[in-house]
């Protein structure tokens, strides 16, 4: 998609977070602001309701509010972090840090800066189920050194990660995938904003799309819209009834066989985060894709490591981070 995308120009305010009890529970913590453990499914909403609680709670939220996805520490080497002009500022002329360490500094310089306006700060720590248990008690000292002007929202599918230190300094918001009707409710709103053409069962079908996914649902209405100029039954059909990547997925297979990792990884990066796929979606179509380039003994050990990786998927993990092992491994 070129055009801005649709999840960022509707972003939701507290009162259009479409479950009730998670607008209960951060309109309460607008008035006593507290650490937050947000736990849910992928595509709920969890990092879409704590930037609508940055802005509800600070008048400066564009300096006030920092998110750091924690793929982007665990799911790169520490020449990439340092490269990162968001982090690369705080690690000047210390090269010889552990990369646990080179985190830990990125996160106490950011918790230790005073807030713009009002009497705090927030920190969302993206994705932590990825966060590994050695950094997570280097995270628990900072929360207790800047627990007065830092507020510390950690956003994961799986809080059982957690170590109890953190689960105990963090009162826990739990958010359940959006029901189909909440999920249409969303997009009326959103398609109404934008002045699309559409009718109810172009919705229905769109939100059946979503199933439960309320980011994929958004980014499957843009996608039908721009392809067919409307969202209706017949649009989304068309738009989304066989919605694939097998080209990119190519040029990307491609750049791994040459060894060009980082093209690669820019490609996966695309589908999943500009595109809005998720990582179970990349795979099968991945393994389509692989099932017209190799053969024999070599498509054989690429449906071995499809198979590790989806394993290693389905229990949490960061899908970037298994899906650009099984780019590296292709490259070798």
Known sequence: MDAPLWTDEHAPTVDELPQAEVRDHLERVTEEPMNLVVNGPRGAGKTAAVRALAEETHEDPDNDFVEINVADFFGRTKKEIKNDPRFGHFLDGRSRLSKRDMISRVLKEQAAYQPVSGDFRTILLDNAEAIREDFQQSLRRIMEQHYEATQFVIATRQPSKLIPPIESRCFPIPMRAPTHDETVEVLERIVDREGVDYDADGIEYVAGYGDG???????????????????????????????????????????ADAGEFDDARKGLDELLYDEGFDGEEVLREFLAAARSRYEGRQLARVHELAGEVDLEMSEGNSDRVHLGRLLAELGR
Request: net charge negative; hydrophobic share 40%; no cysteine.
């Open 213 to 255: 996914d309320l980011r994929k649902a958004i980014l499957g209405a843009q996608t039908t819209y721009e392809a067919e100029d409307e969202v209706t039954m017949q649009a989304a059909y068309d738009a989304l009834g066989d919605v694939g990547m097998r080209e990119e997925l190519t040029d990307i297979l491609a750049d």
